[in-house]
């Protein structure tokens, strides 16, 4: 008995978070990240948000109402990337187009991006925070707000359709509806186990090589102009090490492949593998190669080559392949967590 008072004392210690918040499984939160938003063009993507508050309000309080602060940052692509294919991971900038939405007890919202992004018409992609905000004060008024989930759908003209929980984030402050504002900047978010949950020090996935999924990575240290250098730890499906590198900036959603060819039928048919791996025809012998991989960050850079951190965070998702394969899913997240993360407007 003493040990179990011990462990779960040690458990209580963990930040500010009671026992139940650190069980297994998603849990509405203060913040939802939404790894991808494509709004206009051949794209159309609906984000829907919900606030579980079942509080009412009374004429002197809001109760559990809020505000929803969404922020649409949309990425411009490098021009250059038709020369150097590097260059697609490195966009020339990360613009924001923010709104508020209030929400009363148990409202939910869902929005086209295309209408609901004030830059969507033409065409345009990236990712999406939305953070609860007191509904008294002026936008930027970021507060404790843990009752928001959310989930969005990607549809495209030619018919991929794909579906993703947002990302959320909880507030460990411990008074409903305190204030999170960082360092009393409006529209800063900084998830350092203090003001908000920290985030995963390494993301995972599964992979299967024919399908070429898309892979879609946020980084979430230092703002839009910093550079991530990220490491790829990949296992085949015979334990086979291999690796990869690769330096990006703000957001990026591309094809396995264009990471690197390491991720391709073709290269994993060179290697040792399990011959009965995924056997499609039930005739003892594997037909197609697969694997997974762990991301790491090994530091962020400022564009000149000074380092701003010997690590960073990132977190993202698994989006849609080609044709034959419609299906997305958020990256699996280690235990271990970054305490830099933050997100802020540029």
Same mark, same amino acid.
Request: net charge negative; aromatic share 10%.
């Given at each position: 008995?003493?040990?179990?008072?011990?462990?779960?004392?040690?458990?209580?210690?963990?930040?500010?978070?009671?026992?139940? #918040?650190? !069980?297994?499984?998603?849990?509405?939160?203060? %913040?939802?990240?939404?790894?991808?938003? =494509? +709004? /206009? $063009?051949?794209?159309?993507?609906?984000?829907?948000?919900?606030?579980?508050?079942?509080?009412?309000?009374?004429?002197?309080?809001?109760?559990?109402?809020?505000?929803?602060?969404?922020?649409?940052?949309?990425?411009?692509?490098?021009?250059?990337?038709?020369?150097?294919?590097?260059?697609?991971?490195?966009?020339?900038?990360?613009?924001?187009?923010?709104?508020?939405?209030?929400?009363?007890?148990?409202?939910?919202?869902?929005?086209?991006?295309?209408?609901?992004?004030?830059?969507?018409?033409?065409?345009?992609?990236?990712?999406?925070?939305?953070?609860?905000?007191?509904?008294?004060?002026?936008?930027?008024?970021?507060?404790?707000?843990?009752?928001?989930?959310?989930?969005?759908?990607?549809?495209?003209?030619?018919?991929?359709?794909?579906? #993703?929980? !947002?990302?959320?984030?909880?507030?460990?402050? %411990?008074?409903?509806?305190?204030?999170? =504002? +960082? /360092? $009393?900047?409006?529209?800063?978010?900084?998830?350092?186990?203090?003001?908000?949950?920290?985030?995963?020090?390494?993301?995972?996935?599964?992979?299967?090589?024919?399908?070429?999924?898309?892979?879609?990575?946020?980084?979430?240290?230092?703002?839009?102009?910093?550079?991530?250098?990220?490491?790829?730890?990949?296992?085949?499906?015979?334990?086979?090490?291999?690796?990869?590198?690769?330096?990006?900036?703000?957001?990026?959603?591309?094809?396995?492949?264009?990471?690197?060819?390491?991720?391709?039928?073709?290269?994993?048919?060179?290697?040792?593998?399990?011959?009965?791996?995924?056997?499609?025809?039930?005739?003892?012998?594997?037909?197609?190669?697969?694997?997974?991989?762990?991301?790491?960050?090994?530091?962020?850079?400022?564009?000149?080559?000074?380092?701003?951190?010997?690590?960073?965070?990132?977190?993202?998702?698994?989006?849609?392949?080609?044709?034959?394969?419609? $299906?997305?899913?958020?990256?699996?997240?280690?235990?271990?967590?970054?305490?830099?993360?933050?997100?802020?407007?540029?």
């Amino acid at each position: 008995m003493k040990a179990l008072t011990c462990l779960a004392t040690a458990a209580l210690a963990v930040g500010s978070f009671a026992p139940e #918040v650190l !069980a297994d499984g998603r849990k509405p939160g203060s %913040v939802l990240i939404f790894p991808v938003h =494509r +709004s /206009g $063009g051949n794209w159309f993507t609906v984000l829907n948000v919900s606030n579980t508050a079942t509080t009412p309000a009374t004429p002197i309080s809001f109760g559990g109402s809020t505000n929803l602060h969404f922020e649409y940052v949309n990425v411009q692509p490098n021009p250059n990337a038709a020369i150097n294919p590097l260059d697609k991971f490195m966009p020339v900038g990360c613009t924001i187009f923010d709104r508020i939405e209030f929400l009363t007890p148990v409202d939910h919202i869902s929005v086209l991006t295309t209408c609901h992004n004030a830059f969507g018409g033409a065409g345009q992609e990236g990712y999406v925070v939305v953070s609860a905000e007191d509904p008294t004060l002026a936008m930027g008024a970021s507060w404790a707000h843990n009752y928001l989930i959310g989930s969005e759908v990607v549809m495209s003209a030619g018919g991929i359709t794909y579906m #993703v929980n !947002a990302i959320p984030i909880r507030a460990p402050i %411990v008074a409903e509806h305190t204030s999170t =504002r +960082s /360092g $009393g900047i409006p529209g800063y978010l900084r998830f350092d186990d203090v003001t908000y949950e920290a985030l995963p020090d390494a993301v995972m996935s599964d992979f299967i090589g024919v399908a070429n999924s898309q892979l879609t990575l946020i980084n979430l240290t230092g703002g839009p102009t910093i550079e991530n250098t990220i490491f790829f730890e990949v296992y085949n499906d015979n334990e086979l090490p291999l690796s990869a590198t690769l330096r990006f900036r703000c957001w990026f959603d591309c094809r396995l492949s264009d990471i690197n060819p390491l991720f391709t039928e073709a290269n994993l048919d060179n290697f040792p593998n399990d011959p009965q791996e995924l056997d499609l025809d039930c005739d003892g012998n594997g037909e197609l190669e697969t694997g997974w991989f762990r991301i790491q960050s090994t530091g962020t850079w400022f564009a000149g080559g000074q380092q701003l951190t010997p690590d960073g965070v990132v977190v993202g998702a698994i989006t849609a392949g080609h044709a034959s394969v419609r $299906g997305g899913h958020l990256l699996w997240e280690s235990t271990t967590r970054q305490t830099n993360g933050n997100f802020r407007l540029p």
